[in-house]
């Protein structure tokens, strides 16, 4: 009996060790994500807890390159602050705002979001904070209550460089000659395809009859912007609709592709920023001002985005590129319809 | 005398210990059964209850009416998923069960084959397809031929169940391996058995277990999967339930449309837990009347009878395998998209990029993580499937696969809500999440395996006086080996892969692999993409290549 307790007491021993094993594993990897955060050029805080005064935890769903280069000029002159960034889909963005809310809060100090639309929802919430007075956005640059434009975006069309008549206007997209061969980013994925809509909506001339159209011609909707790149540079479609800066890059490189400013003009989309409810102290600010200063414009610039500030130069357009904008107060809160009257006829 | 009272003595004695020891083993059992219970309360219970409470918001009224207007995606959902099943069980079980007997031609290049088509990350899978049998693709090309319907339901079918089959065929193979008893086919043959006969009485049930719980798995990972229908569905307007959620998600963080992802999220547990209870509770678990003939066994006619095999296996390896793995590599190695693979357009930059430190940094801790999930997962399987009750196996093998039914966004989104002020957001959360969603991965190999063991073996054990944990160490262990293995490496991969939790979790400057891809992905760079797929594809690829040579170079 003795010996059956103690083979009993020998085998509880073995098991609760395994499970104190597994539990220090975890616990070991669950510590590697602070001392991780220090590698990496996304950040030189640690990776979670609350934030010092000098550290700023950035959300956003801008570019990696545009955001590495923003923020590693903005820590080289800023010494003491540090930035945390976490860099995500918008919605993935979305979802981790979402949960946060419901698990202690928000725990971004700025938002730099991709439109304008995605960050009136932030707005609408009670997320952002007023505008700090300190900083002063370019007088002519897009903005509201609290937020403000930091770069430009071009929604274009991209065409095969040996399509032999390319289209001129939006309207050209809808004719005869290209049927079945155009791509469009699907909006409920692409900021920017949604702002898109929404002037394509607002328009006369246009409005969802234009995308009634498309279909009708054989317009394929696929997934974001990229894929309709990619889709035209490797010859599933002859044209599409997508963001100049995509365009560049892919042509730079070798795509046989190449931007065309269709008339009356490129669509005009504001990529935005802001401080949250939750920032304290004047980082948040800090990184604000940075992002519209002249230095913070040049990085827009190099990476290949319009900046806001007009003495910054941005990539070359042609001279009789034009551009156009929706009306953002009009689209504010029209999402859900619009994008459900869209898929009506874009929909399964 | 003497020696019969020392008999009678030692019989005594003998019958106090057996009963000690079965109050060891009830006590360890109990143990073990809290220890599996407070883990799926843990990993799986509190997850979904946030999702729960959250998709109750909006009232039954609501929700309702968000699973009405998603008709189509849930229609779409299920007859994607049933079909790539059906298909990649079909298949993949019928190459096992010949491998495992020894009869299936060219099984040295099936089965290293299989294990490369495993290593394509999800997220590029059905980019590799297009860009190898789509429009403008490879095979347009060079013969101007494409795989017809590729966009749209068709491809989305045959691309999964593709990805599928060899998860099917490691499950089944690793599950027939746990038990060698021989003959019974060739006997019933024999004895004048018709091929139907033999099929319907020995080869079904000895399949039936361990098909079943590859089937489970994969149907599960199918309604999950969000990369392939985005990429081979949007363009034929075929939407399913996970690019819905993930399309609603973009939308805004509002409380309307978070609970509609709720709800939506909600619609794919039933959906798939429907399908895995049916399957589970039909005779699945526990299932045990199970033969296969050893190698020696098998006449050298139906050696030769495999001609036909042999061209399908080789054209199957080439079009699922070779080709598409060969669009990657392509693309790996072009400058540019929409150039020809040629020499004069390749370039080492992509593939530079690919390795930069950061990347690799972000590679190794990843791998790290998938590590770590896999041996956790392993040890929780084994402690589940240790169950002796049919029916508790089979209940607790359901819950268990919630957290893979459940989609990634909004499992990312549970975790974070039930651990948000417990576990930061980084590499404890994502951990966390791994664990819910691949627990099942680990558990069903190992409950097929279990399920093929000869009861007789761990009573023999026993009787002879070995302990729960020396039976466990000495007989199970060793005859479900190959099981857990598959099970764990499985883990271990899909864990690599993962993406969709991962970009949502990630602490900031502890990004995950994935999620390095994921932002070249945005960036439309698909020449870097498909190199850090690449990387992403070489670690395992090699850990396997030395392992099967050390194999080779034993037997």
Known sequence: ?348 | MTSSLAATTGRAADGRRRGDLNQAGSVARVLAVALVLGAVALLVGIPLWSLIRVAAEGGWVAAASTVSASRAPLANTLRASLAATALAVLLGTALAVRAQRGTLPRARILAPALVVSLLCPEFVLAVSWLQAYGPAGLSDAALHLTIPGLLGPVGIVLVLACHAVPIVFFMVRSALAARREAQLELAARASGATGWVVFRTITLPLVVGPAGAAASVVYALCVNNFAVPEVLGAPAGYPTLSTTVYSTLSLASDRPTFVSVCVLAAAMVLLTIGVLAMIDHGGVIGSAAVRTAPESAVPRADRRAGLGWSAAIIGYVLLTVVVPALALLAAAVTKAAGLAPVPSNWTTDNVVRALQPRYLAALGRTALLAAVAALVLMALAFLASAQTRRRRRATLATLIAVGLAVPGSALAVGIGIGYGRLVAVGTGSILLAYLAKFWAIAHRPITAALDRLAPALGQAARAAGATPATTIRTVTLPLTRAAATTGGLMVFLLALHEVTMSSILYAPGAETFAVVVLDHQQLGDTGVTAALAVVLAAPPLLVVTVLLLLRRART
């Open chain 1, 1 to 348: 009996m003795s010996a059956t307790v103690a083979r009993l007491g020998h085998d509880v021993r073995r098991l609760l060790l395994a499970v104190g094993v597994a539990a220090g594993v975890v616990a070991l990897a669950a510590c590697g994500s602070a001392s991780a955060g220090g590698a990496s050029e996304r950040t030189s805080g640690p990776s979670s807890g609350p934030t010092t005064s000098s550290t700023v935890r950035l959300y956003t769903s801008v570019t990696q390159n545009t955001v590495d280069a923003v923020v590693q000029a903005f820590t080289a002159s800023h010494p003491g602050t540090k930035v945390e960034v976490f860099r995500a889909t918008t919605g993935q963005l979305n979802a981790r705002i979402a949960a946060e809310q419901r698990a202690g809060g928000l725990r971004a100090d700025v938002i730099w979001g991709t439109d304008p639309l995605s960050m009136e929802g932030y707005a609408s919430q009670g997320l952002l904070a007023p505008w700090p007075p300190t900083v002063q956005p370019p007088a002519h640059a897009e903005r509201t209550s609290t937020f403000a434009a930091t770069r430009l975006l071009f929604v274009v069309m991209v065409a095969r460089t040996d399509l032999a008549d390319p289209p001129r206007s939006w309207a050209d997209l809808t004719s005869p000659r290209l049927r079945g061969k155009v791509a469009i980013p699907d909006p409920a994925l692409a900021g920017s395809a949604l702002a898109a809509l929404g002037w394509f909506a607002q328009t006369p001339g246009y409005g969802l009859d234009f995308f009634r159209a498309l279909r009708a011609n054989g317009a394929v909707q696929v997934g974001a912007v990229p894929q309709v790149v990619t889709d035209v540079a490797q010859g599933r479609h002859a044209v599409g609709i997508t963001l100049d800066t995509e365009v560049r890059a892919a042509a730079a490189k070798g795509s046989p592709i190449r931007i065309v400013w269709p008339q009356p003009g490129a669509i005009m989309v504001y990529s935005p920023i802001a401080r949250t409810v939750r920032a304290t102290g004047p980082s948040a600010d800090d990184l604000l001002g940075f992002v519209l200063s002249r230095e913070g414009q040049q990085k827009i610039a190099d990476t290949g985005w319009q900046p806001v500030l007009d003495t910054v130069p941005g990539p070359s357009r042609p001279p009789e590129a034009r551009t156009v904008s929706p009306d953002w107060t009009a689209l504010f809160g029209s999402q859900r319809t619009l994008l459900a009257e869209y898929r009506t006829i874009f929909g399964p």
